[in-house]
């Protein structure tokens, strides 16, 4: 325990805790979901998630990985041994991620290219499933598409070069150069869309409150659900990354920071997307209603269809924006895998090196399923059911377990109040442990009862021509195979010793 390794710095470990919730889902998903949702009366709900889940989680799982010193398994391991699987599974999420989250970036790294001279044409869409991913039916894979393979080769050099150099002189140095560039690089395509005509018609629709929004419950699980989705929560990275902060860390403000850090760009992402999509609806002439999409369609179909129209510059600020997409998914990325890894090390005993080869190896391996011609229905639909019912139940069993199982919430307050300037005590800790026992555990009680719902009644896809077949087959299967090796993993036995933690500060909860 006493080597393993540690950030630089205080501000490398935000940085890549920062890093890893700001993603491609805050470009692409926030901006739409907040408009769909109530537009400016969002961030009331919006903010009462952060407060009553989105920070309270991150306290959580920063104390749980700086008390136990280890990966998620090994973490849970030392809380109480009857649940290393949870740890596992979420390792298990973490790894299916990965391995078609590298394709996206994949897919921004080509576009970054393809700015130089607007090689998308005028029929964007076209361009992007004809040409470019020669998209083939729903459950077909077909061929290797070259344009996709030879970029995701790239994304995964960058990535496991990035973590064989390890902690301190691998993630903590690549985020040093991403994040910052990541914001200068936004500020610069806020600043332009800011002053393009129509732009202020777009913040308006975007910022514009629609107040009777607030009594549905959906726009406030909404709410929850992009809280949840956006800080990396849930699936091993912020318990990974805070296992490596040294003894003494401010880990309540740490979580503060990460989590108003990763809002503040969501915010600053809004902003820039609905003033572009605001120059896009006043050039076609019509509303910013018309224009608003979210996901793979905002960033490869909607914004170099925008970027054509642009008055000068067009291969700059194309380059740009594909640029930052290219950034804040490596980041991401890193940390995705960096899980995976983590537990490998502490599971098997093996060499960084060799955990970086074996499991970001596999994963690289698995992502050639998605640079096929089937790879973005595949990947729409593992997306989807990993994340609603990998993250989220995960998340919502993680509260369970730690909250009313193994009633760690007062020691971990404890070890947090020890290391922290700000203390989880008065008003705060009352916050923080109400928000965990009650009100995070309603609401994603509440999601997953109604996704599950939802889910039987309907095929999710069924427009876009997915059978119940395809989406059970890999969305299903897919979500809970995560499950099942998490489980067959915890059945493997640790090195003697390995699980007993020396330091009479970590006693307190072990079962």
Request: charged letters at 10%; a neutral charge.
């Amino acid at each position: 325990m006493e080597n393993r390794p540690q950030w630089g710095t205080r501000a490398g470990f935000i940085l890549a805790a920062v890093g890893s919730a700001i993603g491609l889902g805050n470009i692409w998903r926030f901006p739409a979901t907040a408009y769909e949702n109530g537009g400016g009366a969002f961030f009331l709900p919006y903010l009462f998630a952060l407060l009553t889940a989105g920070i309270p989680l991150l306290i959580l799982e920063f104390t749980l990985g700086h008390k136990y010193r280890g990966s998620a398994p090994l973490s849970y391991a030392r809380m109480s041994k009857k649940y290393e699987w949870l740890g596992w599974w979420q390792v298990g999420i973490a790894f299916i991620i990965s391995t078609y989250y590298a394709v996206i970036i994949a897919w921004a790294m080509s576009y970054s290219v393809f700015s130089f001279n607007l090689s998308w044409g005028d029929d964007t869409v076209g361009f992007l499933v004809s040409d470019y991913l020669q998209l083939a039916a729903p459950g077909e894979f077909g061929s290797l598409v070259p344009s996709v393979l030879i970029p995701l080769l790239l994304v995964w050099i960058i990535t496991l070069g990035v973590l064989f150099k390890g902690v301190k002189k691998g993630i903590e140095k690549a985020n040093k150069i991403f994040i910052p560039a990541l914001v200068i690089l936004f500020l610069i395509i806020v600043v332009r869309a800011l002053t393009l005509d129509g732009a202020v018609d777009g913040l308006n629709a975007f910022f514009k409150p629609d107040w009777g929004a607030l009594s549905s419950g959906k726009v406030w699980v909404a709410a929850y659900g992009q809280i949840f989705f956006s800080l990396s929560i849930a699936f091993a990275i912020m318990i990974t990354y805070s296992s490596y902060l040294p003894k003494k860390s401010d880990i309540t403000n740490n979580a503060f920071i990460t989590g108003f850090s990763n809002s503040g760009f969501e915010l600053l992402a809004g902003i820039g997307v609905f003033s572009i999509l605001g120059f896009m609806a006043a050039q076609q002439g019509v509303g910013v209603d018309e224009v608003v999409k979210g996901g793979v369609a905002l960033a490869f179909m909607v914004f170099p269809q925008v970027i054509n129209e642009f008055p000068a510059f067009n291969q700059f600020f194309g380059f740009l924006f594909f640029g930052s997409l290219v950034l804040a998914g490596l980041s991401s990325l890193i940390s995705i895998v960096e899980t995976f890894v983590a537990g490998v090390q502490d599971k098997f005993k093996i060499s960084r090196t060799k955990a970086v080869a074996y499991g970001g190896g596999l994963s690289a391996v698995l992502s050639l399923a998605f640079a096929t011609q089937g790879g973005l229905n595949l990947l729409d639909v593992v997306d989807y059911f990993i994340n609603q019912f990998g993250v989220a139940l995960a998340g919502l069993v993680q509260v369970i377990v730690v909250v009313w199982l193994v009633k760690a919430l007062k020691p971990l307050q404890h070890h947090a109040n020890e290391v922290s300037d700000v203390k989880l005590t008065g008003f705060l800790g009352s916050w923080w442990k109400i928000s965990l026992t009650f009100i995070t555990p309603l609401v994603l009680g509440y999601m997953m009862v109604d996704l599950i719902r939802t889910n039987i009644s309907e095929v999710y896809g069924a427009a876009d021509g997915y059978s119940r077949a395809f989406t059970v087959q890999y969305g299903w299967i897919v979500a809970l195979l995560a499950i099942l090796v998490g489980v067959a993993l915890s059945f493997i036995k640790w090195n003697k010793g390995e699980v007993e933690i020396s330091s009479s500060s970590s006693k307190e909860v072990n079962k």
